[in-house]
């Protein structure tokens, strides 16, 4: 299974403590320079610069080898070379919280996978449970999902 993560997902895992849930789901992710560059600011939580300049084994770092034609100009960089790297690998799934983002895989027809489906994906197979202390984490971050997606049912 290829499995290409850009920055959002990696960075909500790692900062309520679950990112752990991926090589369980996906045996190995792989991601671009520009989401290690993205996760790497000063701005970025130091949990996750911390978790970043240690990657585990599980981890490979790509970066694409042709740049695409006709990316929205609203993605940034780590986003277009996910999206771009997906394709090129012919990945099984993209993850990825931005909607501008999703809507340009999903054009491309690469599957996509977010934060919350990533922690329902790790629900259904009995590695956790999405909990309301686990919602309550990522609500105290800037991650932003509707209402609906974010109660615990």
Do not use: C
């Amino acid at each position: 299974m290829i499995v290409i993560a850009d920055s959002g997902p990696l960075r909500y895992l790692i900062v309520i403590e679950h990112v752990g849930l991926l090589p369980l789901l996906y045996g190995s992710i792989v991601i671009p320079q520009g989401v290690i560059d993205e996760l790497t600011q000063t701005k970025t939580p130091g949990s996750v610069r911390l978790w970043m300049g240690e990657l585990p084994e599980w981890v490979t770092v790509r970066s694409p080898q042709k740049m695409l034609s006709g990316l929205s100009s609203v993605l940034g960089r780590g986003e277009w070379e996910a999206i771009a790297l997906s394709e090129e690998l012919a990945a099984n799934v993209l993850l990825v919280d931005d909607e501008a983002a999703r809507l340009e895989a999903e054009r491309r027809k690469i599957p996509v996978q977010g934060t919350l489906g990533v922690l329902d994906l790790a629900t259904e197979h009995g590695f956790s449970r999405r909990s309301t202390r686990t919602l309550e984490k990522l609500r105290r971050t800037n991650f932003r999902a509707s209402k609906r997606l974010l109660i615990f049912s």
